[in-house]
């Protein structure tokens, strides 16, 4: 629950970034880069036989899933720009659906109807929210499009993680991923020429970058992993979930933004959607269990 409180401010502090002329890949570089060498001192320290990359990375799901990674940061900080942040939090928490559907497609198994319904619950959830928004008129096509391409992005971290090389090996795969993603955000810094503009950002646009960095990327990650020392993988992914109302939540303590009643019911039928699909497979196959 302390994950998802911290998780939840991502959003306003996104737009407060913005606001001192932060561009969303200066943001990602920074988190990427403070979290990558803290997980990088933790394997030196406990397991340094996974710092070094093997053949195994070479593997196309690997790639794909390093992509993801990438993808998914991106595309929701995007989202977080032009639409509201409740509306850009239901999209991107249809993650699990495109995880089935990935799954469905590299199992080569038929869907049950538990998880067709499951996963119709939470497109139709998708379908009201983004509707809503539309009526209302604070639908934009470039939020719409971040937030789903971050749930889709994260997706495919997620199988390769079940599918690729996380699947005997997670923290190794975690490791290189990450890795790999922080490299990939550097060439692009790089190519952009945004990295020099990084030191006239001011004191108080440097502090939003460290708590982006710490508290919403490696405290609440820490949170997780002590939480599934005493609970199971399903319990810690669905109380996780809260992340949805507390974002809505701090969108509106902080930026002082009300969330579309569309986005209210449509994040609820998503949640719905989630919850049944956990329900139906067992913890350790279980969706939303591989969402961690």
């Known amino acids: 629950m302390m994950a998802a409180l911290l998780w939840g401010t991502s959003g306003p502090f996104m737009r407060m970034a913005d606001g001192y002329g932060i561009s969303i890949l200066q943001v990602n570089i920074v988190r990427f880069t403070l979290s990558g060498a803290v997980i990088l001192l933790i394997a030196f320290m406990l397991h340094p036989e996974v710092i070094k990359p093997s053949r195994r990375e070479l593997s196309p799901l690997f790639l794909l899933g390093a992509c993801g990674m990438i993808i998914s940061a991106l595309g929701l900080n ?6 509201s942040v409740g509306l850009a939090m239901v999209i ?21 109807r538990w998880q067709i319904g499951a996963f119709t619950l939470a497109i139709a959830g998708v379908w009201v929210a983004v509707g809503g ?8 096509i470039a939020g719409l499009a971040g937030a789903m391409a971050g749930a889709v992005g994260y997706s495919f971290y997620i199988l390769n993680g079940h599918y690729g090389t996380g699947r005997d090996a997670p923290f190794r795969s975690f490791l290189q991923t990450y890795l790999l993603a922080t490299t990939m955000l550097w060439v692009m810094v790089l190519i952009r020429g ?11 646009g440097w502090l939003v970058l460290v708590y982006l ?9 820490g949170l997780l992993m002590l939480a599934l020392r005493r609970v199971s993988g399903n319990v810690a992914s669905i109380s996780t979930m809260c992340e949805v109302p507390f974002s809505m939540m701090w969108a509106w303590l902080i930026s002082s933004e009300i969330p579309e009643r569309a986005a209210l019911i449509g994040g609820t039928l998503v949640l719905l959607g989630i919850v049944s699909l956990s329900m139906e497979r067992s913890p350790e196959g279980s969706i939303l269990e591989e969402k961690i």
């Not at 995007?78 to 639409?83: T, V």
Request: hydrophobic share 50%; proline share 7%; aromatic share 10%.
């Open 194 to 204: 945004e990295l020099s503009s990084l030191l006239t950002v001011p004191l108080q």
């Open 78 to 83: 995007i989202a977080f720009l032009h639409i």
């Open 92 to 112: 991107y928490y249809s993650a699990p659906c495109w995880v089935m559907v990935g799954s469905w497609l590299l199992e080569r198994d038929k869907p049950t």
């Open 133 to 140: 928004a539309r009526n209302m008129g604070t639908l934009d």
């Open 213 to 221: 960095a710490i508290a919403t990327s490696l405290v609440p990650f």
